[in-house]
């Protein structure tokens, strides 16, 4: 199985900043990596997918970029409904497998 | 509009099963594979395996196969997942969500969330 290792566990960022989470998947996946949103009481919902490529209704503040087994997704000009917890997820084998999760904080 | 409904919450006894359902609507059912995710309370997410709604066919994680089975009725779009011999570590929300051609999960239900006590 793949292990998709996320970093930071959480994050505290004030209303404007930028905050980036970084996976880093235990070999290559070749791109097919995605990124979520999960509110409390919620599921997740897609943000990102093949690395870069913002799902419809995804806001332009979110990015991502990566290649190889180093991904990292980026939220500029944080904003109050940006709270919760991100997770990526890789999908070039099963089975797919997610990253423990980043719960971003507003400090 | 894509949505996929999930059956409600459940209280069960250690040692017994549990069968949830997930109602998809908004798209042809047989188009896209049903995935079924776990959420144990504050942790990450888990694949449990897949089903195609066309076929038949499933695919498990390793780790729940002797714990999940996966099934569909094609005739009233339904998919379903019964887990037994449950015990305090199945009490989690499960989810229900879809593949395309790719293998992200673009749509996920509510999550049906499973208690195990006595």
């Known amino acids: 199985d793949i292990q998709m290792t996320q970093s930071p566990p959480s994050l505290s960022a004030s209303l404007g900043d930028k905050v980036t989470i970084t996976c880093q998947a235990s070999q290559n996946i070749d791109k097919y990596l995605a990124w979520y949103q999960q509110k409390p009481g919620k599921a997740p919902r897609l943000l990102i997918r093949f690395t870069s490529t913002l799902e419809s209704g995804t806001p332009s503040r979110f990015t991502g970029s990566g290649s190889g087994r180093d991904y990292s997704f980026s939220v500029s000009n944080v904003e109050s409904e940006d709270i919760a917890t991100y997770y990526c997820?890789?999908?070039?084998?099963?089975?797919?497998?997610f990253g423990a999760g980043t719960k971003l904080e507003l400090k | 509009q894509v949505n996929l409904l999930q059956s409600g919450a459940a209280l069960v006894k250690p040692g017994a099963s549990v069968k949830m359902s997930c109602k998809p609507s908004?798209?042809?059912?047989?188009?896209?594979?049903v995935h079924w995710v776990r959420q144990s309370h504050g942790k990450s997410l888990e694949w449990i395996g897949y089903?195609?709604?066309?076929?038949?066919?499933?695919n498990y994680n390793e780790k729940f196969k002797t714990k999940a089975t996966l099934s569909v009725d094609k005739s009233t779009k339904t998919a379903y997942m019964e887990l037994s011999g449950l015990t305090s570590e199945d009490s989690a929300a499960y989810y229900c969500?879809?593949?395309?051609?790719?293998?992200?999960?673009?749509?996920w239900g509510p999550g049906t969330m499973v208690t195990v006590s006595s």
């Open positions: 908004g798209y042809t059912f047989t188009d896209y594979i």
């Open positions: 969500t879809r593949t395309g051609m790719n293998w992200y999960f673009d749509f």
């Open positions: 997820l890789q999908y070039v084998n099963l089975p797919s497998t």
């Open positions: 089903i195609n709604p066309y076929s038949g066919s499933t």
